[in-house]
């Protein structure tokens, strides 16, 4: 039996593993390679590794973690978890099932893209989700913001720190007069496809037949849980704007006792920053709540929210 099982070994989970390497801690890490942010070339926003390329962080990370002889990393997905505290079970793609002690669930979310022809071979290098993560990449470029619903209308007013010249494109019946004003250009017809050469938006086409060139496309989408482990344990997920996520407390711990979640899977506002620190945070938390009993979870309990 492990100690503890990770399933995910991006961010979240590579954090994770490492703080309990560094502890001494048994760990298995199960993982598919299959990174939200594999779409993706470059990483930016992130201290030491600002436009650092994403394949190079990868070598980095598995080199360092290499480094730790108590660290098993099974690359392959989880396809089925049971069990509870001290007792976890998680059954491999490829038919062996792995025991451990704490269970630590960092698989990440899935962005739901609308059904546009064009889009998925863009997605990560032309359309773009996230203004605090792209918006420096935009300067001097010409953008398209599309808005699908009205919580996503603050996208238009940050995306103007770095892009004045901005086109919106009204994918619904959705308006607010003072936001969209602020905008050169507004499109009141759905997308329905995507002109592009090797994922490098060329132009937008839309419903009435008319079309739009332009270089870059932001476009909000709402995410998923990337496997329904969670459900499977019983735990309380929190359903957001963007989608849900697995609800957990101050220490990483989910509502189920000895199961632990960092990194896209656990929050709301999903960065590789975020999931470092979550990472780091659940793998201290499982770590030390391996002396204990699920009624006395004992000292890392004294860890204030």
């Given at each position: 039996?492990?100690?503890?099982?990770?399933?995910?070994?991006?961010?979240?989970?590579?954090?994770?593993?490492?703080?309990?390497?560094?502890?001494?801690?048994?760990?298995?890490?199960?993982?598919?390679?299959?990174?939200?942010?594999?779409?993706?070339?470059?990483?930016?926003?992130?201290?030491?590794?600002?436009?650092?390329?994403?394949?190079?962080?990868?070598?980095?990370?598995?080199?360092?973690?290499?480094?730790?002889?108590?660290?098993?990393?099974?690359?392959?997905?989880?396809?089925?978890?049971?069990?509870?505290?001290?007792?976890?079970?998680?059954?491999?793609?490829?038919?062996?099932?792995?025991?451990?002690?704490?269970?630590?669930?960092?698989?990440?979310?899935?962005?739901?893209?609308?059904?546009?022809?064009?889009?998925?071979?863009?997605?990560?290098?032309?359309?773009?989700?996230?203004?605090?993560?792209?918006?420096?990449?935009?300067?001097?470029?010409?953008?398209?913001?599309?808005?699908?619903?009205?919580?996503?209308?603050?996208?238009?007013?940050a995306l103007q720190r770095?892009?004045?010249?901005?086109?919106?494109?009204?994918?619904?019946?959705?308006?607010?007069?003072?936001?969209?004003?602020?905008?050169?250009?507004?499109?009141?017809?759905?997308?329905?496809g995507i002109e592009h050469?090797?994922?490098?938006?060329?132009?937008?086409?839309?419903?009435?037949?008319?079309?739009?060139?332009?270089?870059?496309?932001?476009?909000?989408?709402?995410?998923?849980?990337?496997?329904n482990f969670a459900r499977?344990?019983?735990?309380?997920?929190?359903?957001?704007?963007?989608?849900?996520?697995?609800?957990?407390?101050?220490?990483?711990?989910?509502?189920?006792?000895?199961?632990?979640?960092?990194?896209?899977?656990?929050?709301?506002?999903?960065?590789?920053?975020?999931?470092?620190?979550?990472?780091?945070?659940?793998?201290?938390?499982?770590?030390?709540?391996?002396?204990?009993?699920?009624?006395?979870?004992?000292?890392?309990?004294?860890?204030?929210?």
């Amino acid at each position: 039996m492990h100690d503890i099982c990770i399933i995910g070994g991006g961010y979240a989970g590579s954090a994770a593993a490492l703080q309990l390497a560094r502890m001494r801690v048994n760990v298995l890490i199960l993982d598919q390679g299959l990174g939200r942010n594999r779409y993706s070339d470059k990483v930016h926003g992130v201290l030491g590794f600002d436009g650092a390329r994403r394949v190079e962080i990868k070598r980095q990370v598995d080199a360092q973690l290499a480094n730790y002889n108590t660290i098993i990393w099974m690359k392959q997905g989880a396809v089925a978890v049971s069990g509870s505290w001290d007792h976890f079970s998680v059954d491999c793609e490829d038919g062996q099932t792995i025991s451990s002690r704490r269970l630590i669930l960092c698989h990440g979310v899935v962005d739901l893209l609308p059904d546009i022809p064009g889009i998925q071979s863009c997605w990560g290098k032309s359309v773009l989700h996230c203004p605090q993560c792209h918006g420096d990449l935009l300067q001097g470029k010409q953008v398209a913001v599309a808005i699908a619903r009205k919580e996503q209308l603050g996208v238009i007013l940050a995306l103007q720190r770095w892009q004045a010249d901005l086109t919106v494109c009204l994918m619904d019946d959705v308006e607010d007069a003072e936001v969209i004003t602020e905008a050169t250009k507004i499109i009141r017809t759905p997308i329905v496809g995507i002109e592009h050469e090797f994922g490098l938006l060329k132009t937008l086409k839309f419903a009435d037949g008319s079309s739009l060139d332009t270089q870059f496309l932001v476009l909000g989408t709402e995410q998923r849980l990337s496997v329904n482990f969670a459900r499977q344990l019983g735990c309380t997920l929190t359903r957001t704007s963007t989608g849900e996520h697995i609800q957990v407390d101050h220490r990483w711990e989910s509502t189920i006792p000895g199961l632990f979640a960092a990194g896209d899977a656990a929050r709301a506002k999903r960065n590789i920053n975020f999931a470092l620190a979550d990472g780091y945070a659940a793998g201290a938390s499982a770590a030390l709540s391996l002396g204990h009993t699920a009624q006395a979870p004992g000292v890392f309990d004294l860890i204030e929210p």
